[in-house]
Nanobody, 114 residues
């Protein structure tokens, strides 16, 4: 069974940086099309970063120029580098595969203070 374990969240300051990690385990799992979602209190979960089939990255307008997504096939880990944090980035962050999601992990809380 596929397991997704997110880590790296915490308390950050506006203008600061955090790097999130998502370790994936399970047989025959490919991290090719993994992405990062976030869910803020009272809001729906939204996709903020993902990989397309040609390997390029898609980023939500709200994070373009600030967040980058990366992956390590050997470690089966997907990363989200978050720079120039804003209070509105406060949310629980999850990784998963857009369109064909696995069982959701616990997520990692990111809280950004102004």
């Amino acid at each position: 069974q596929v397991q997704l374990v997110e880590s790296g969240g915490g308390l950050g300051q506006a203008g600061g940086s955090l790097r999130l990690s998502c370790a994936a385990s399970g047989t025959r799992l490919s991290i090719n099309l993994m992405g990062w979602y976030r869910q803020a209190p009272g809001k729906q979960r939204e996709l903020v970063a993902s990989f397309t089939s040609d390997g390029s990255a898609n980023l939500a307008d709200s994070v373009k120029g600030r967040f980058t997504i990366a992956r390590d096939y050997e470690k089966k880990t997907v990363y989200l580098q978050m720079n120039n944090l804003k209070p509105e980035d406060t949310a629980v962050y999850y990784c998963n595969r857009p369109g064909f999601p696995f069982v959701w992990g616990q997520g990692t809380q990111v809280t950004v203070s102004s």
